[in-house]
């Protein structure tokens, strides 16, 4: 994982936003967040958080056969971030490619990973979720731009015969309702221009109530899902790590679920939101802080814009 060095804390944005610490403190769980310096992009970011995946799983560059790059904050509109990505870490002429699938991005590119090597297609692959938001917030409407922080988070999915690993994807979206939470300029049905530029241009609208309420009720289906596809109930779940939403809803969602708290990781208080990239960023630490054994079932979910979910359950 990587985390930019500058932090950004709630204190820091009472200064030019309409809010307090307390404030964020109650709703979200947040302290603070990490930001990235000027000229800073997304596989910068990605790069970092790389190359510490590909010197933990004690593989060479050239073992690689695709890069995948989870992110809605790209470098640039084209090429994909993976590409650039691919380039910083002078690959031999392999596949890379983005995904979009806002905060459940990690998600949908776990089930492509897993789905490409089942089918034979690749045995080792790059997968990285990572984000730049802080740069582009419209920080007068609190409501969101609190929310968010910087950093990457990277895996490498590899073949394997032992009865460990990825035991089970599962992705669910309803586009009838994107609306809850969206940002709608930049796209190409209203492209950026003068006028809205020096309005509101990148201001993310949230439905928050209606967000919360839908986000804890899928976190517990699309796990359910995921435990009966495998046979498995709450019980046999070492570690459960959801994405980073709001600790409010990581709450709610584990007492729903009958999860106990100890089971659950959770690092929003110092990241915020970092969207693709807080499920493996979560996951880095939670290896790192020894709370990992070989062996483990590890449960981890998502919900966010799209709107989006998804779940899967790996044994360590």
């Given at each position: 994982m990587y985390l930019p060095e500058t932090v950004l804390t709630n204190k820091d944005i009472e200064a030019f936003c309409d809010t307090t610490d307390e404030w964020i403190r109650q709703r979200t769980g947040i302290e603070e967040r990490h930001k990235v310096t000027p000229g800073e992009g997304t596989s910068d970011l990605a790069l970092r958080a790389s190359r510490m995946a590909i010197k933990n799983a004690g593989i060479a560059l050239d073992d690689l056969d695709a890069v995948i790059c989870c992110t809605v904050s790209p470098d640039q509109i084209l090429p994909a971030s993976a590409n650039l990505l691919h380039g910083k870490l002078g690959l031999r002429d392999i596949a890379s490619f983005d995904i979009n699938a806002a905060c459940s991005g990690f998600m949908a590119g776990l089930m492509t990973g897993n789905a490409l090597i089942k089918s034979g297609v690749y045995k080792t692959i790059l997968l990285v979720g990572a984000e730049i938001q802080t740069n582009r917030m419209t920080w007068k409407n609190r409501d969101t731009a609190v929310l968010?922080?910087?950093?990457?988070?990277?895996?490498?999915?590899?073949?394997?015969?032992?009865?460990?690993?990825?035991?089970?994807?599962?992705?669910?979206?309803?586009?009838?309702?994107?609306?809850?939470?969206?940002?709608p300029l930049g796209g190409s049905r209203?492209?950026?221009?003068?006028?809205?530029?020096?309005?509101?241009a990148y201001t993310i609208y949230m439905k928050g109530p209606e967000l919360f309420k839908r986000a804890v009720i899928k976190f517990v289906e699309v796990s359910q899902e995921a435990l009966d596809a495998v046979g498995l109930t709450m019980d046999d779940i070492d570690l459960f790590v959801p994405h980073q939403a709001n600790a409010r809803i990581i709450e709610a969602a584990g007492q729903r679920m009958g999860i106990a708290p100890e089971k659950v990781v959770m690092n929003i208080q110092k990241t915020g939101n970092t969207t693709a990239a807080s499920i493996p960023i979560a996951l880095h630490e939670a290896v790192q802080e020894g709370r990992v054994k070989e062996g483990d079932h590890i449960l981890m979910a998502s919900f966010g814009a799209g709107l989006t979910w998804g779940a899967a359950i790996v044994r360590w």
């Open positions: 968010f922080g910087d950093g990457a988070g990277a895996v490498i999915l590899q073949a394997s015969e032992n009865g460990y690993g990825v035991l089970t994807t599962h992705l669910g979206s309803d586009g009838s309702n994107y609306e809850v939470l969206h940002l209203e492209p950026f221009t003068k006028e809205n530029l020096d309005e509101d």
